[in-house]
């Protein structure tokens, strides 16, 4: 029960990597508050365990995320895990292209930390700490990767943001990670691989970019996020965890 006792709140929990790790938190003890847009894939989270509450809420909306966070209260742990997956190359960008994904996938995580912080910073005076994690990824955020001009960018940035708040508030108990992980077999990348001209060619593809000969699961990745939330990483802060199969060796 490695997260006993601690209160958790997971964005994009409804499936993939947001999904697993609400499970697993919960399986580690956590009180934990899974948030989506995707109200059906909540309703499914809820009934494989009850014991998970859930929430409604795009993470885009500044309004509805003040409103959540002030029902909500004080939390030990935020997971923000939010994204999209931009395909192209930089002349393939678009204005808009550009503007969503990095609302989506960076300005959500600095609202969502922005709303819960003031309550995480008065937890981690009485419990002595609090854990932000942020989704970021190896993808052209670490080691550069075709066609993903934009996705890099974004988890570039996440990084920065996550480094940024780590060393603004290392002193007041608040510790601040980002997870960088390989190719993950969600149903987000099965909806990529779907959608390419030769679906066969894109898994072997993918899997291909892999030394260790295979798509990551849900299960190698969510260890690292009980981990990373947990008080076994107390003296962790202003990572960049990579769980990838040995990608970027």
Same mark, same amino acid.
């Given at each position: 029960?490695?997260? &006993?006792?601690?209160?958790?709140?997971?964005?994009?929990?409804?499936?993939?990597?947001?999904?697993?790790?609400?499970?697993?938190?919960?399986?580690?003890?956590?009180?934990?508050?899974?948030?989506?847009?995707?109200?059906?894939?909540?309703?499914?989270?809820?009934?494989?365990?009850?014991?998970?509450?859930?929430?409604?809420?795009?993470?885009?909306?500044?309004?509805?995320?003040?409103?959540?966070?002030?029902?909500?209260?004080?939390?030990?742990?935020?997971?923000?895990?939010?994204?999209?997956?931009?395909?192209?190359?930089?002349?393939?960008?678009?204005?808009?292209?550009?503007?969503?994904?990095?609302?989506?996938?960076?300005?959500?995580?600095?609202?969502?930390?922005?709303?819960?912080?003031?309550?995480?910073?008065?937890?981690?005076?009485?419990?002595?700490?609090?854990?932000?994690?942020?989704?970021?990824?190896?993808?052209?955020?670490?080691?550069?990767?075709?066609?993903?001009?934009?996705?890099?960018?974004?988890?570039?940035?996440?990084?920065?943001?996550?480094?940024?708040?780590?060393?603004?508030?290392?002193?007041?108990?608040?510790?601040?990670?980002?997870?960088?992980?390989?190719?993950?077999?969600?149903?987000?990348?099965?909806?990529?691989?779907?959608?390419?001209?030769?679906?066969?060619?894109?898994?072997?593809?993918?899997? &291909?970019?892999?030394?260790?000969?295979?798509?990551?699961?849900?299960?190698?990745?969510?260890?690292?996020?009980?981990?990373?939330?947990?008080?076994?990483?107390?003296?962790?802060?202003?990572?960049?965890?990579?769980?990838?199969?040995?990608?970027?060796?």
């Amino acid at each position: 029960m490695r997260l &006993a006792g601690k209160r958790i709140v997971v964005s994009a929990a409804a499936s993939g990597i947001g999904r697993g790790s609400a499970l697993a938190c919960a399986a580690a003890g956590a009180e934990v508050v899974a948030v989506d847009i995707d109200g059906a894939g909540l309703a499914s989270l809820s009934a494989e365990n009850a014991a998970i509450s859930t929430a409604i809420l795009d993470v885009r909306d500044r309004g509805a995320i003040d409103a959540f966070a002030a029902k909500t209260g004080q939390i030990d742990g935020l997971f923000n895990c939010a994204g999209f997956v931009h395909n192209g190359t930089v002349l393939d960008i678009t204005e808009p292209d550009w503007a969503f994904s990095f609302d989506l996938n960076v300005t959500s995580m600095y609202r969502m930390i922005q709303a819960f912080l003031p309550g995480m910073l008065a937890r981690a005076a009485e419990t002595g700490g609090a854990a932000i994690l942020n989704m970021a990824s190896m993808a052209s955020s670490i080691k550069g990767f075709p066609n993903r001009t934009l996705y890099g960018a974004t988890k570039a940035a996440v990084i920065g943001l996550t480094k940024g708040v780590a060393a603004d508030f290392v002193k007041r108990g608040i510790r601040c990670n980002a997870l960088c992980p390989g190719t993950v077999d969600t149903p987000s990348l099965r909806g990529r691989i779907a959608a390419a001209p030769d679906p066969a060619q894109a898994e072997k593809d993918f899997v &291909a970019r892999q030394p260790l000969g295979r798509l990551a699961r849900v299960d190698d990745i969510t260890p690292m996020v009980v981990f990373l939330l947990s008080d076994e990483s107390r003296f962790v802060t202003g990572q960049a965890m990579l769980v990838d199969g040995g990608v970027t060796i």
